[in-house]
T-cell receptor, first 113, second 112 residues
Framework: AQSVAQPEDQVNVAEGNPLTVKCTYS??????LFWYVQYPNRGLQFLLK??????LVKGSYGFEAEFNKSQTSFHLKKPSALVSDSALYFC???????????FGKGTRLSVIA | SQTIHQWPATLVQPVGSPLSLECTVE??????LYWYRQAAGRGLQLLFY??????ISSEVPQNLSASRPQDRQFILSSKKLLLSDSGFYLC???????????FGQGTRLTVV
């Protein structure tokens, strides 16, 4: 069965510093990996995905994620955090098309001015 | 372009009352459709998904049900709500061959 782990409930970072939100996964085959962001009382917004190809994936709002097959990780990164990046971030995985996404429990990012 | 509509945005219902939440998608055909529930602002629990009209898969046994009467309409229902049904309900769709899902704005349900 596929699963996702986000080991940190909360990440705090100062504005202008780089940020990393961690995600590890478990699937039986090749993973399809995703990051989403959620602002209070809103639906999830798609940020980026990894299907195949380059291990470094660039997405919306300056976010990027690095796929590491040997470590089964897909960490979300941004070189310089903004206060407006403060939100709840979800990592998700599926092992093939036409199957539901499985989400991690989320990591709350707080960027402090 | 595709859009997803989910309503109502908020709902307060008494215990034992029925529930009907509706989700519709525009600008696409034969999407995969999903209902998730989010408790206490944290993880998402998959409730139902559908890959076509009348095809519903249930992930968690409970007093909720789902129906897909039309290609782009997905309805979440209950005959009698429980206090534990309170939460934030999210509908999502995806259009193959794309692999990412797109979410509605959610319905916050409070059962009192």
């Amino acid at each position: 069965a596929q699963s996702v782990a986000q080991p940190e409930d909360q990440v705090n970072v100062a504005e202008g510093n780089p940020l990393t939100v961690k995600c590890t996964y478990s699937v039986s085959g090749n993973p399809y990996l995703f990051w989403y962001v959620q602002y209070p009382n809103r639906g999830l917004q798609f940020l980026l995905k990894y299907i195949t190809g380059d291990n470094l994936v660039k997405g919306s709002y300056g976010f990027e994620a690095e796929f590491n097959k040997s470590q089964t990780s897909f960490h979300l990164k941004k070189p310089s955090a903004l206060v407006s990046d403060s939100a709840l971030y979800f990592c998700a995985v599926r092992d093939r098309r036409n199957t539901p996404l499985v989400f991690g429990k989320g990591t709350r990012l707080s960027v402090i001015a | 372009s595709q859009t997803i509509h989910q309503w109502p945005a908020t709902l307060v219902q008494p215990v034992g009352s029925p529930l009907s939440l509706e989700c519709t998608v525009e600008g696409t055909s034969n999407p995969n459709l999903y209902w998730y529930r989010q408790a206490a602002g944290r993880g998402l629990q998959l409730l139902f998904y559908s890959v076509g009209i009348g095809q519903i898969s249930s992930e968690v046994p409970q007093n909720l049900s789902a129906s897909r009467p039309q290609d782009r309409q997905f309805i979440l229902s209950s005959k009698k709500l429980l206090l534990s049904d309170s939460g934030f309900y999210l509908c999502a769709y995806e259009e193959l061959p794309n692999t990412e899902a797109f979410f509605g704005q959610g319905t916050r349900l409070t059962v009192v």
